[in-house]
């Protein structure tokens, strides 16, 4: 069975990645996913805060030094490394590249395009063979636009694509108003992939101690339905690379994902709900899946039910909806 994929113009050996996570934190983890038949790994991300700091930390130790023990400034990279954070960080992409043999994807994550971009080179030179861009923005401004929130995420990327020329991916939220025309615009900006999509940590609240809530849930297999959709428009419109991401319990998930035309399927909630080891289950039941159909290769399942090759496009669009509703019986 020819499960080899092509994402973000890395060769892999089957469609199953394991998305950021604590599993991807310890070498032990990614020796375990990959061991389970990942096929390349995403490391959690290093966020603007924690480079933003470490950059401040810097600058305190020698400004308050530089006058009265102007030699010691020459010991502040080794006290800065001492910590955790960007450091660590490195560390982790370095050791995690000699550890596995599968792609090692870092992860950057922040909101503006200054001051901290400069990292995404060090962790090229670390060793990393992609970069995931995880913009985690909530426009909470009043007065912000639709196009300014928009150009912020070209902002960063193209600051990014300017550092790097390890391949890169947006991991991007559905909350745009066209999701089809941001994805062109990240193309030309020069995303290789688009990862589809990031999971919005919602707030609940406490109605006995009136405090928000911010507990983390694992996602559901329900969840698939909004990036199962954009997924089948985008496929076979973009250059981009596909990534599907959120919901995969099973391998019914991963299928379905790859029939509407992602290029490879990523998991966390279900590897962090049943071990590293349930990858293996995921590319089995994959197997299982295409075996019994008769497939031989992904390349004659991948986006077999993409808009493009539906006999009814509109299945995915306005009609359904109004189908859907008129559908509807109360049991
Ligand atoms: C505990 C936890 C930590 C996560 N950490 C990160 C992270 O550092 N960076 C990131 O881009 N996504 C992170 N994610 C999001 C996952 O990579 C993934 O996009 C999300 O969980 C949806 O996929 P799933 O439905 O398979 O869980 C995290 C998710 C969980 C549950």
């Given at each position: ?11 892999l ?22 061991d389970?038949?990942?096929a390349?790994l995403?490391?959690?991300s290093?966020f ?40 660590h ?11 596995v043999?599968v792609?090692?994807?870092?992860s950057l ?6 001051g ?23 426009p ?78 694992l ?9 199962l ?8 419109r ?9 919901g ?13 035309g992602?290029?490879v399927?990523m ?13 293996a ?14 497939f ?30 008129e ?5």
């Open positions: 069975m020819d499960l080899t994929t092509r994402y973000m113009g890395l060769h050996k089957n469609p199953l990645v394991a998305s950021a996570s604590p599993l991807t934190r310890e070498l032990d983890g990614l020796r375990l996913l990959e389970a038949g990942a390349a995403v490391l959690p290093l603007q805060e924690e480079i933003e700091a470490e950059v401040a930390r810097y600058d305190r130790l020698t400004s308050a030094n530089e006058d009265s023990w102007p030699e010691a400034t020459s010991q502040f990279p080794a006290l800065v490394e001492a910590k955790h954070g960007p450091h960080y490195l560390c982790l992409i370095r050791r995690a590249s000699e550890a043999d792609p090692v994807i870092a994550n922040g909101v503006t395009n200054e901290w971009i400069s990292y995404a080179k060090l962790i090229e030179e670390a060793g990393a063979k992609g970069l995931e861009l995880n913009i985690y923005f909530i909470a401004d009043l007065t912000q636009t639709g196009r300014e929130v928009e150009q912020r995420y070209i902002d960063i990327l193209a600051a990014v694509r300017a550092t790097v020329s390890i391949p890169i991916a947006v991991k991007l939220s559905p909350y745009f108003s066209s999701i089809g025309n941001m994805a062109l615009a990240l193309q030309d900006a020069g995303a290789d992939a688009l990862v589809l999509f990031n999971r919005f940590y919602q707030p609940d609240l406490d109605l006995t101690r009136l405090q928000v809530m911010t507990d983390l849930k996602s559901e297999p329900s969840e698939i339905r909004l990036p959709l954009w997924l089948a428009v985008l496929a076979g973009v250059k981009l690379s596909l990534a599907a991401s959120t995969v319990a099973s391998s019914n998930e991963v299928i379905k994902y790859l029939l509407a992602a290029d399927v998991a966390t909630s279900a590897l962090l709900r049943h071990g590293p080891g349930h990858m289950t995921l590319l089995a039941g994959l197997e299982k899946w295409l075996a019994s159909r008769e031989n290769s992904l390349d004659h399942v991948r986006g077999l039910m993409s808009q493009r090759k539906l006999k009814d496009p509109q299945a995915l669009e306005r009609a359904n909806y109004i189908e859907i509703l559908g509807y019986s109360q049991h």
